[in-house]
């Protein structure tokens, strides 16, 4: 059967993969090495004439299984699942980079991708030029002969900021650079990135695909829309066509890093893609509520969430995320909100009863966090500052509890500050 819906491929993949024992749920192939009939069948095996796996750091069945899912699901052309989501990040980026080139990213990034890219990446020889991607100007302005690619997120954390992927994507187009943008917040449920003029997309699998939390996972997806003869850093493949960027990946980029994710975890995210649109479905309508609720609140100072109307990105998330189902806007399940104080946020944090005091997003349960004193410690108080990551904001992430039960928790927390 041909275009099936998001929830339907979600839970078939792409029907590929049959065991041998016709096993409805697919098993984890814990095995490291496959055999051969006879050397020539390796031979073929190893000169990609025929597929087949050989060894687990490189290919496995139980890990295909959820690549395939996942590209079908990001409408892409491949995908390479890895150890986390920085293993995607890193995997990719370092795939697309030489030594002397530069990277454009957004000034608002996860902490640990803001560090790998403005300090690790630095020892490559990679400089990054740190912009607000919404400028047009500040984009024009840090590209350069050298500039090879532009990243981003849909929705950075803890701001709540939206990318704006109209200019974005123009911009990465009239200059040849491969838009790469972490999805993880909105996966494909809410974002389309290739509508969007997105070249790759990277994941952590860890929040919403894995499905509660159960394991670190991540992924890198080619949507096949960029013409790989035009990174240089791809050179020895440009012969290999569409699959350049994936086969220096899985060839040597991926295998050599040795960054794969095991098959258990594979496993496990592959039954939690299954249920992604309900979890992402009500972890999204609890959040518009409580963001709704919060802005009320005369002892929350202000509250960053793109789903509210008066949100200044609230136009550009409803132009761009969508429930790909019923095509009703709902802007992710992560809010960010300031109290009076440092003392306020912490005593709020406190007390909460039922939401956990946790650093990770979009699992099935709420969790709270106060991310100027953990996420981003290690970075300098003007940093923060520019970041917008003040001593006053505290971080939820909204699981899929009944909305009223975590209202009670918040109001009862809130009315002791
Ligand atoms: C968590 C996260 C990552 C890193 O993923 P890990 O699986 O923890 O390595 C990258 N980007 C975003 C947006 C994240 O939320």
Redesign the pocket.
């Known amino acids: 059967m041909e275009n099936l819906q998001f929830e339907t491929k979600a839970l078939h993949g792409r029907g590929l993969q049959k065991d041998i024992h016709n096993s409805i749920r697919f098993p984890v192939y814990a095995g490291v090495a496959f055999g051969f009939e006879s050397a020539q069948d390796m031979e073929d095996a190893f000169l990609h004439r025929k597929p087949s796996h050989a060894y687990s750091r490189i290919t496995n069945p139980s890990v295909e299984l959820f690549e395939q899912t996942l590209t079908q699901l990001e409408n892409g052309f491949g995908s390479i699942a890895l150890s ?6 890193t995997n990719a980026l370092l795939a697309l980079l030489n030594k002397g080139d530069n990277i454009i990213a957004s000034k608002y ?2 902490g ?2 803001l560090s790998l890219i403005k300090e690790t990446f630095k020892g490559f020889g990679i400089q990054s030029r740190l912009v607000d991607v919404n400028n047009e100007t500040q984009l024009e302005n840090a590209i350069d002969e050298r500039s090879r690619v532009v990243f981003c ?1 849909t929705i950075t ?1 803890p701001q709540m900021n939206v990318s704006d992927f109209s200019l974005i994507s123009k911009i990465a187009q009239k200059h040849n650079l491969v838009l790469v943008v ?1 999805n ?2 909105t996966t494909p449920y809410l974002f389309n990135a290739k509508e969007h003029g997105v070249n790759v997309v ?1 994941h ?4 919403y695909i894995s499905g509660g939390a159960t394991s ?3 992924v890198i997806i080619d949507l096949g829309n960029y013409d790989w003869t035009q990174n240089p850093a791809l050179k020895k493949y440009h012969n290999h066509g569409q699959f350049a960027f994936l086969g220096r990946l899985r060839k040597e980029v991926y295998r050599n890093f040795g960054s794969c994710m095991s098959p258990q975890t594979a496993y496990l995210q592959t039954l939690g893609l299954e249920t992604l649109s309900l979890r992402i479905s009500k972890s999204c309508d609890n959040a518009l509520f409580i963001a709704q609720c919060l802005e009320k609140n005369p002892k929350i100072n202000s509250v960053n969430y793109p789903g509210l109307e008066s949100s200044g990105f609230y136009h550009l998330a409803k132009t761009q995320f969508n429930n790909v189902s019923s095509k009703k806007f709902a802007s992710g399940g992560v809010i960010s909100f300031e109290l009076e104080s440092r003392d306020a946020a912490f005593n709020f944090i406190n007390r909460l009863c039922l939401i956990k005091r946790a650093t ?3 699992d099935n349960k709420s969790l709270i966090i106060h991310p100027a004193s953990t996420i981003f410690s290690d970075f300098t108080s003007t940093d923060k500052e520019e970041m917008g990551v003040t001593d006053k904001l505290v971080r939820l992430s909204v699981g899929i509890e009944d909305v009223k039960d975590l209202m009670d928790d918040i109001n009862q927390a809130i009315s002791k500050v």
């Open positions: 986390s989501g920085m293993a995607a990040i990034l996860f640990n991708t997120e954390n972490d993880t917040v990277v952590s699998t860890t929040k670190v996972g991540g990770n997003i979009n």
